[in-house]
């Protein structure tokens, strides 16, 4: 089984919820309730979509066509399911959805996902070599292995929550935790753009970093071209971020960024 039997419903629907409401009315709040069924019922952490899914979806649910499909647009838009993966791979899912699927299938011994997909950061404790693991085409897959429920795998289940990382910049190239994207709303002013300065740079050179919350803190440490520990110590991401302002942007651009 690769989905789950349930999952759980906010109460209280959020902003983006309600403005489809607005906007189509109740049946966009039924419309989306089923889409969730179908996305915990089947692979459970997302849904493939596409034209005759969505003409059978319409037909199951005595439902015009093109309102399910102008629904599900207007939900990809306002940020409901993750608009990126949506256009990519033609799938729904998001954030949520994934983070309420893999906490209510901690239990189980294992479970293979497409890592293509993943919004959220699964850990480390991941078997790439399983049998089971469809590697045919080349897709890169993991089986989690989890933990037998012991007081010890509980302390490990509460140190993985607080290190679960997520995707940030328009490339979904930035891994941070909530408590490093938080710190970095609060240390920086433009902290989207400097998120979105390492998410071209690795998008770009394939650069690796240990800590991608490191890495932006350890570039705006540059002033004017000029590391604040006077150049005695040589830190590689520092001297990425010079190389990526010199080759990508200009002058005028460079000695903005390096004054803030």
């Known amino acids: 089984m690769k989905g789950i039997n349930y999952f759980p419903l906010d109460v209280h629907s959020n902003d983006n919820v309600k403005l489809i409401e ?11 309730i089923k889409l969730y069924q179908r996305i915990y019922a089947g ?19 005595n439902i015009k066509c093109s309102l399910v499909k102008n629904i599900v647009t207007r939900c990809t838009d306002r940020g409901i399911f993750d608009k990126s993966l949506y256009e990519k791979y033609g799938i729904l899912t998001s954030f949520g959805i994934q983070e309420r699927f893999f906490k209510i299938i901690k239990r189980r011994k294992s479970i293979s996902v497409d890592t293509r997909y993943l919004l959220i950061d699964i850990g480390e404790n991941a078997d790439t070599n399983d049998k089971n693991a469809n590697i045919s085409d080349k897709h890169s897959y993991k089986t989690i292995q989890n933990e037998v429920n012991t007081d010890q795998s509980k302390e490990k289940e509460s140190k993985e929550k607080k290190s679960i990382k997520y995707k940030h910049g328009k490339y979904k190239n930035v891994m941070l935790t909530k408590e490093e994207y938080q710190k970095l709303k609060d240390i920086f002013p433009n902290w989207e753009k400097r998120i979105d300065d390492l998410d071209c740079y690795i998008g770009s050179t394939g650069r690796h970093y240990k800590s991608h919350y490191m890495t932006i803190l350890s570039w705006s440490r540059w002033n004017k071209n000029i590391p604040v520990n006077n150049g005695k110590t040589k830190i590689q991401a520092d001297e990425d971020y010079f190389k990526y302002n010199k080759e990508y942007l200009d002058e005028d651009t460079i000695e903005k960024i390096m004054n803030m």
């Open 22 to 32: 607005a906007e189509f009315g109740i049946v966009a709040f039924a419309v989306l």
């Open 43 to 61: 692979h459970g952490y997302y849904y493939d979509w596409n034209d005759e899914i969505a003409l059978l979806f319409a037909n199951n649910n």
